[in-house]
């Protein structure tokens, strides 16, 4: 019991790759950001984007 003791304060104590952890949460909140923008925007991009293609090709 004192090992399984020992080696759950070693996990919690330990902060290796604790910064990874932070840096993929800052990434997942970054594309959720830009999924949840570009959701109610889809509309007019397409659009933009098609009037640029049809300027271009005229």
């Known amino acids: ?3 399984l003791m020992h080696g759950i304060e070693r996990f ?3 902060e ?6 932070e840096w993929a949460l800052v ?7 830009f999924v949840l923008a570009y959701v109610p ?5 397409n659009t933009a984007f098609g ?4 300027a271009l090709t005229t």
């Open 1 to 3: 019991m004192n090992k």
């Open 12 to 14: 919690w104590k330990d």
């Open 16 to 21: 290796e790759g604790g910064e990874t952890v």
């Open 27 to 33: 990434v997942a909140l970054v594309v959720a950001a």
């Open 41 to 45: 925007l889809e509309g007019a991009i």
């Open 51 to 54: 009037n640029i293609v049809t």
